[in-house]
């Protein structure tokens, strides 16, 4: 295996067992065992854990959807087409929690044991998104469309639905006992009930 391959593999080998284990509870040795090398290919690419945990979190940073989260929203916040925001945003975050439940676990291991990866992940993305829609709701304010509410409120509750879903599905209720719906469905129903709470 090249080199890249080889980085990579290690990678995604490290981003499983983290999410199942956590930082604290992953040796490197498991790692190397788990991609089929020895411990000593892992130092190779990697100095340490640290390491390893940053450069997850770097290849998420060069994704598209994490390093221009809102350009799949521009056109429709360029035409004030609230549902469309609130929709796209909705379905493109589902999607991508569905297509990547490793790292959705790897977060929520990482904020439990304080490691910096959250605390950096939150920085980077968590803030801007905040930032982002909040001052989308509070132009539409100033357009008198929505009603006088704190904007990031208005943030909280509607990502509040998304990842309580999706933490629904990947940790708790895999077969989907309590709802089943698909991405689409969920996006429109969360999407219809924030924009009938803040909707003038």
Same mark, same amino acid.
């Not at 295996?1 to 290690?10: I, N, S």
């Not at 639905?161 to 469905?185: P, Q, T």
């Given at each position: 295996?090249?080199?890249? !391959? ?11 067992? +983290? ?10 040795? !498991?790692? &190397?065992?788990?991609?089929?090398? =020895? ?7 990697? =100095? %340490? ?8 979190? /770097?290849?998420?940073?060069? /994704? ?21 925001? +609130?929709?796209?945003?909705?379905? %493109? ?8 439940? %490793? ?11 304080? *490691? ?21 709701? *509070? ?8 009603? !006088?509410?704190?904007?990031?409120? $208005? $943030?909280?509750? +509607?990502?509040?639905?998304? $990842?309580? *879903? =999706?933490?629904? %599905? ?14 689409? !469905?969920?996006?429109?129903?969360? &999407? ?9």
């Amino acid at each position: 295996m090249a080199g890249d !391959e080889r980085r990579q593999q290690l990678l995604q080998v490290a981003m499983r067992l +983290f999410s199942e284990k956590g930082f604290s509870g992953t040796t490197t040795k !498991e790692i &190397a065992q788990s991609a089929g090398v =020895s411990e000593a290919t892992v130092f190779k690419h990697f =100095s %340490n854990k640290d390491e390893l945990y940053s450069a997850i979190l /770097d290849q998420k940073a060069c /994704d598209r959807d994490f390093s221009n989260p809102f350009e799949k929203i521009a056109d429709h916040i360029a035409a004030k087409d609230d549902f469309g925001v +609130f929709y796209t945003m909705a379905l %493109n975050a589902l999607d991508k929690h569905d297509q990547d439940e %490793n790292f959705l676990r790897l977060m929520m291991h990482s904020a439990l044991e304080g *490691h910096d990866l959250a605390r950096i992940f939150f920085e980077n993305f968590v803030f801007e998104v905040y930032e982002f829609l909040g001052s989308y709701i *509070h132009q539409r304010q100033a357009d008198g469309a929505f009603r !006088e509410v704190e904007p990031r409120v $208005v $943030v909280r509750s +509607f990502i509040g639905m998304f $990842v309580h *879903h =999706s933490l629904n %599905n990947i940790l708790w209720d895999r077969e989907r006992k309590i709802l089943k719906i698909s991405n689409e !469905e969920a996006a429109r129903e969360f &999407a219809t009930i924030i924009l009938q709470g803040i909707k003038k």
